[in-house]
């Protein structure tokens, strides 16, 4: 494999870590706010326990001269605000990390020799002001400080996120950022800690969006105003967002009794013409699978957005992995055309999902958004989406007295009317139906309206996404991923400085592109990349191509992957 | 408006001779016809089953959805656009048994639609099963040595939910079933209206004779806003009363308490996403 040598430069890994309770969130959403309004790139991840108090949560805030939007094994600085966050990521210090800690609140007896440790006094200063609590804000003072960010970007901001409490919270939050910012400059003038990103001031104009955002945002794009959930990590971020905004923007939200009514109401409301949608997880999906199928009969649209995390049963409730696809594959009895989109990225999410309610009223089909935890949960600086070129479409029909609801047509979508707009009845009918809707057992017509159901998969050949293929357009190597994996699998392969390798990435997995054989042929050697343990997409090329893909690379420890295992794997595997 | 607006012609009907749907059918027409409520504004909804197979027979506008779940579509239905007159029908399986999660649920909801369930005690369309609201000791070839659960109680439970409306009738018994049903469709909010009905072909014991010698009508001085007498009445299960047992005291529907239309009252169909909204969004969320 021809390659450059190459090294990350412009680019620091900070990690904050402590335990669930404690402020973790507060400190990474403000810092990574400053971080921003300051004109760098911020890209931040989490993993976190499946408990409301203790344990150890981290953040990963990677920071950065060009953009990076990928998990990385890597810490450069270590926040530790006890020290069984010291224990917690072990395995990922090196030599090269400093750990920015406020030792004396480790207690007696804690071994600092093995680890480069920068004693920072954020709980004395905290005290000082008069609470301990105030250490977070310390903390993200300390940062900033080091980053050299203007006092008065830290402060404003810092006055803006309480700005809701009182003055004398306001006042002490002010107080606890800026003796932390003290230490920071310290820190740098004593040469203890140096770090070299140039902000851009491009960056301010930009937003950060998460995952969960990114979801609500296209959802309400694409026109949705109705949904229906039961909560399920890591899905309900969507639902809340929906809740958040519904006064605002007109839309139904409801917590169901179970996913099973989530999914039936969704499917009811698409029926009386509006635009519904369920976020929920593999177990929550699980239960919708007769939902999907229904919705596959009916031939009334739903969109669901599946956010993946590790299975099977319960498994890791706030961990991430790909291993759902199988299931919105085959989820559903009997045989009809769905589509599967995976975003790869946090705009792609925003995207992808305002289409999924065009291409669902459009082909009235179920459409599934697949997402994982990580892709959700993580967020970074993105232009923000422009909705100026964004076309609602609206495929409603108007009935006439004579309108039957399954018409047989040659493209197989037949008009669809809804209850109360025209002079016609609209009948829909989870048994087999003739064209007005009724139940038939006429089964020469039963063949039709399979028929007629399956060519709807034709029908939408023409608009299934292109994979893209990263970064030339004639490679020896072919590295295939989907979903989630974009930026990680991008920057390895960066990073690995091949002149001979292309990344092929699928943002829609299902119906797969046609010219899938095409691209895997042209390449000598491909690879997959896949947060599950079996090589699912893998299976579905197999099937759809009879091609095998040369090499697997896996991951399902509910950790996302790191860009480095990615780099090292291929590394290992390409010529 | 003639009942004969509803009718479907001549068309096939899959129940039974002298089943008790034919009866329901025919009331439902007549309490439709008699609330002058177009067919066109009309949605029935309903699961899986005989019972279910009504919006067949019935010119309207339906959703034949999965077995159990007809009230979460019906609920949404009447959230999307709730100027449509919404029905949700089925039999006593279907609603009580496999849906008797959103039976709970919905009540809670409280939609303003219909909930009419045929309750004929047994399982027709699976050929003979016990259902939930089977008595103790029927004997099917599943439960071979009679049933030993105790029936479910639907108008003690919807009560005990403080359900909007809650009413039993009789198949056999038009004048006062048509009666019934008018109420219920007319009455703001949730309203169960359980239906006896025999099975002809599987339940040789609750028979029109056995209903007729068994049920009794809640007299004039019965006053259904109490709630502890709809209760106690609930509960008498050797003598089956009929009539409106409860009426909850007023309250919201369920579209009423919807955000979605206090400043828009148009239904959700109509509704566009407003571009300049969401961007102003996005950026509120830029400058967070």
């Known amino acids: 494999m021809g390659r450059e040598s190459s090294t990350q430069s412009g680019d620091v890994s900070i990690v904050l870590c402590g335990p669930a309770g404690m402020g973790i969130q507060t400190v990474e959403s403000l810092l990574t706010r400053i971080l921003k309004q300051a004109g760098y790139n911020v890209f931040a991840t989490r993993e976190y326990m499946s408990r409301i108090r203790?344990?150890?949560?981290?953040?990963?805030?990677?920071?950065?001269?060009?953009?990076?939007?990928?998990?990385?094994?890597?810490?450069?600085?270590?926040?530790?605000?006890?020290?069984?966050?010291?224990?917690?990521?072990?395995?990922?210090?090196?030599?090269?990390?400093?750990?920015?800690?406020?030792?004396?609140?480790?207690?007696?007896?804690?071994?600092?020799?093995?680890?480069?440790f920068v004693n920072a006094e954020f709980t004395q200063i905290a005290s000082d002001i008069g609470n301990k609590l105030y250490s977070n804000i310390v903390s993200v003072g300390t940062i900033t400080g080091i980053f050299g960010i203007e006092e008065d970007v830290v402060t404003s901001c810092v006055s803006q996120r309480f700005g809701s409490k009182s003055e004398k919270i306001v006042r002490e939050n002010v107080e606890a950022?800026?003796?932390?910012?003290?230490?920071?400059?310290?820190?740098?003038?004593?040469?203890?800690?140096s770090i070299d990103i140039q902000p851009d001031s491009s960056v301010e104009e930009q937003m950060l969006l998460s995952g969960t955002e990114a979801v609500g945002l296209g959802a309400m794009a694409g026109g949705c105003n109705f949904i229906a959930s039961y909560p399920m990590s890591p899905s309900t971020g969507v639902l809340a967002f929906m809740a958040k905004h519904s006064a605002d923007f007109g839309l139904v939200v409801e917590q169901a009794e179970d996913e099973i009514a989530a999914i039936n109401m969704s499917i009811g409301a698409w029926y009386a013409g509006a635009?519904?949608?369920?976020?929920?997880?593999?177990?929550?999906?699980?239960?919708?699978?007769?939902?999907?199928?229904?919705?596959?009969?009916?031939?009334?649209?739903?969109?669901?957005?599946?956010?993946?995390?590790?299975?099977?049963?319960?498994?890791?409730?706030?961990?991430?992995?790909?291993?759902?696809?199988?299931?919105?594959?085959?989820?559903?009895h009997g045989e009809f055309v769905r589509i599967i989109l995976a975003p790869g990225r946090v705009e792609e999410a925003f995207y992808l999902t305002q289409s999924a309610f065009d291409l669902a009223d459009k082909y009235q089909v179920p459409v599934i958004i697949l997402t994982d935890h990580y892709l959700v949960d993580c967020y970074y600086n993105i232009s923000c989406p422009d909705l100026t070129d964004v076309k609602i479409e609206n495929h409603i029909h108007q009935t006439q007295a004579d309108y039957r609801r399954y018409e047989l047509t040659a493209n197989g979508i037949s008009p669809r009317g809804i209850p109360g707009y025209g002079s016609g009845l609209v009948c829909v009918d989870s048994d087999e139906h003739d064209q007005s809707g009724h139940i038939t057992e006429d089964l020469d017509l039963r063949v039709n309206m399979v028929d007629k159901r399956l060519r709807k998969l034709d029908a939408l050949k023409n608009e299934i996404l292109q994979p893209q293929l990263w970064p030339y357009?004639?490679?020896?190597?072919?590295?295939?991923?989907?979903?989630?994996?974009?930026?990680?699998?991008?920057?390895?392969?960066?990073?690995?400085?091949?002149?001979?390798?292309?990344?092929?990435?699928?943002?829609?997995?299902?119906?797969?592109?046609?010219?899938?054989?095409?691209?895997?042929?042209?390449?000598?050697?491909?690879?997959?990349?896949?947060?599950?343990?079996?090589?699912?997409f893998c299976k579905l090329i197999k099937l759809h191509t009879g091609l095998e893909v040369d090499g697997k690379i896996l991951k399902y420890s509910g950790l996302s992957f790191t860009v480095e295992e990615v780099a090292e794997s291929l590394d290992k595997m390409l010529d | 408006m003639d009942s004969q607006n509803f009718d479907m012609g001549d068309i096939d009907i899959a129940w039974c001779p002298g089943c008790g749907d034919f009866a329901i059918l025919k009331i439902l027409k007549q309490a439709l016809a008699a609330l002058e409520i177009a067919p066109q504004e009309l949605v029935v909804v309903s699961g899986i089953g005989q019972a279910a197979k009504i919006p067949q027979y019935l010119k309207c506008n339906y959703f034949n959805g999965l077995h159990g779940r007809a009230l979460p579509p019906a609920t949404a239905i009447k959230a999307a656009n709730p100027a449509l007159t919404v029905i949700?029908?089925?039999?006593?399986?279907?609603?009580?048994?496999?849906?008797?999660?959103?039976?709970?649920?919905?009540?809670?909801?409280?939609?303003?639609?219909?909930?009419?369930?045929?309750?004929?005690?047994v399982y027709g369309l699976t050929k003979g099963q016990a259902s939930p609201t089977s008595q103790r000791d029927f004997k099917t070839p599943v439960q071979v040595h009679g049933?030993?659960?105790?029936?479910?109680?639907?108008?003690?439970?919807?009560?005990?939910?403080?359900?909007?409306?809650?009413?039993?009738?009789?198949?056999?018994?038009?004048?006062?079933?048509?009666?019934?049903?008018?109420?219920?469709?007319?009455?703001?909010?949730?309203?169960?209206?359980?239906?006896?009905?025999?099975?002809?072909?599987?339940?040789?014991?609750?028979?029109?004779?056995?209903?007729?010698a068994n049920t009794y009508y809640l007299d004039e001085t019965y006053e259904p806003t109490d709630r502890t007498k709809a209760f106690e009445k609930a509960c008498q299960t050797d003598k089956l009363a009929l009539g409106v047992f409860y009426m909850s005291p007023e309250k919201a529907t369920f579209e009423e308490n919807l955000v979605a239309y206090r400043k828009d009252k148009s239904p959700l169909w109509q509704r566009q996403p407003n571009k300049e909204k969401i961007q102003n969004l996005i950026e509120s969320i830029k400058n967070m």
Not at chain 1, 177 to 193: F, N, P
Not at chain 2, 110 to 118: A, E, G, Q, R
Request: charged residues 20%; glycine residues 10%.
């Open chain 1, 473 to 536: 357009e004639n490679y020896k190597n072919l590295v295939i991923c989907w979903g989630s994996t974009y930026h990680i699998v991008k920057e390895a392969l960066a990073q690995l400085g091949c002149d001979d390798t292309s990344m092929l990435h699928y943002s829609q997995v299902y119906p797969l592109h046609p010219d899938t054989a095409g691209y895997l042929n042209k390449a000598a050697k491909t690879v997959i990349v896949e947060g599950n343990a079996t090589g699912q």
């Open chain 1, 275 to 332: 635009r519904g949608m369920v976020t929920t997880s593999g177990g929550g999906f699980a239960l919708m699978t007769e939902g999907i199928s229904l919705s596959g009969m009916l031939e009334t649209p739903v969109v669901v957005h599946l956010a993946q995390r590790p299975g099977p049963a319960t498994g890791l409730p706030t961990r991430t992995e790909q291993g759902d696809l199988e299931l919105a594959l085959y989820a559903g």
């Open chain 1, 54 to 116: 203790g344990g150890s949560n981290s953040t990963e805030i990677r920071v950065s001269s060009n953009r990076v939007c990928a998990f990385v094994n890597r810490i450069d600085i270590l926040v530790g605000l006890d020290k069984n966050a010291i224990r917690h990521l072990e395995k990922r210090i090196s030599s090269d990390t400093v750990i920015l800690a406020d030792i004396s609140s480790f207690g007696a007896g804690f071994d600092q020799s093995r680890w480069t």
């Open chain 1, 177 to 193: 950022a800026e003796g932390g910012y003290q230490i920071g400059c310290k820190l740098v003038d004593s040469g203890k800690i």
């Open chain 2, 88 to 121: 949700a029908e089925s039999g006593d399986g279907d609603m009580y048994g496999e849906g008797g999660n959103h039976f709970i649920h919905t009540i809670r909801r409280n939609p303003d639609l219909t909930n009419i369930v045929h309750n004929n005690m």
């Open chain 2, 147 to 212: 049933v030993c659960l105790e029936p479910f109680n639907p108008l003690a439970a919807a009560i005990a939910l403080d359900a909007s409306f809650v009413a039993r009738a009789f198949a056999g018994d038009a004048e006062q079933t048509v009666e019934i049903f008018n109420k219920a469709i007319t009455h703001k909010g949730y309203s169960l209206v359980d239906v006896l009905q025999p099975c002809v072909s599987y339940n040789k014991i609750n028979t029109y004779q056995w209903f007729k």
